[in-house]
């Protein structure tokens, strides 16, 4: 079972268009980071937001824990946003492992000119 | 600062070959954690060391996997009789670990193993 969900799978937009990406857990959780990788590129971790909203310039995430869901709004869109967006949560009373992290499979951001 | 650095960026073994990847996280970091990257499974957990100590190693793969944290400065990944099926991008990633906030994971640009 796929414990962490995204959607679209896939997104092409135009330049300057807004994006809305979700994400939704199987079990709940107290920790969600929002990652990047553009092809080839290292993962860049863009927010830790456990809940509630969160904005980094044209980035804004918001999460909902009791409904198990976290969204990232990406503003104005640039080419340069194209790339792949993953979603993470930690396992909520995993223990004493703190920061095992689950990850989705991503959306693949495309954004034209 | 150059970030998590992982040696070496591709790595070509035979099927039974040993494979060794190297991790060097972040200074100060006391969090390092591996996990592999496919296509097909995503990103999968494998270990996590925290200040050098074995924490959860439950996504290894019990047979030929195993990983060292001999001290703060870096982490290896021993994958014995390497067979297809670990074609992977091997990625490391660190964390200051201390509070909820500093709890952000920096990666590594991940090593690429290929088994022919």
């Known amino acids: 079972e796929q414990q962490v969900q995204q959607s679209p799978a896939s997104l092409v937009l135009q330049e300057a268009e807004n994006a809305e990406l979700q994400c939704s857990f199987s079990i709940f959780t107290n920790q969600v980071q929002w990652f990047y990788q553009r092809p080839g590129g290292r993962l860049v971790s863009l927010l830790y937001n456990p809940s509630g909203t969160k904005q980094s310039g044209r980035l804004t995430s918001t999460t909902v824990i009791k409904e198990r869901r976290s969204s990232l709004h990406i503003s104005s869109s640039q080419i340069t946003d194209s790339g792949t967006y993953l979603c993470?949560?930690?396992?909520?009373?995993?223990?004493?492992?703190?920061?095992?992290?689950?990850f989705g499979i991503g959306t693949l951001l495309s954004v034209k000119p | 600062n150059a970030g998590v650095i992982q040696t070496p960026r591709h790595k070509v073994t035979g099927k039974g070959q040993e494979a060794t990847l190297w991790c060097e996280p972040i200074?100060?970091?006391?969090?390092v954690f591996w996990y592999r990257q496919t296509i097909v499974q995503g990103l999968e957990f494998l270990t996590y060391?925290?200040?050098?100590?074995?924490?959860?190693d439950s996504g290894m793969p019990k047979e030929r996997f195993s990983a060292q944290m001999p001290n703060q400065s870096h982490s290896t990944l021993k994958i014995q009789s390497t067979q297809p099926q670990d074609s992977a991008v091997y990625l490391c990633?660190?964390?200051?670990?201390?509070?909820?906030?500093?709890?952000?994971?920096?990666f590594g640009h991940g090593t690429k193993l290929s088994v022919l």
């Open positions: 990633a660190s964390s200051l670990d201390r509070d909820r906030e500093a709890e952000r994971l920096f």
């Open positions: 200074s100060g970091h006391s969090a």
């Open positions: 993470a949560m930690e396992r909520t009373g995993y223990g004493s492992s703190g920061n095992k992290l689950i």
């Open positions: 060391f925290r200040n050098q100590a074995p924490i959860d």
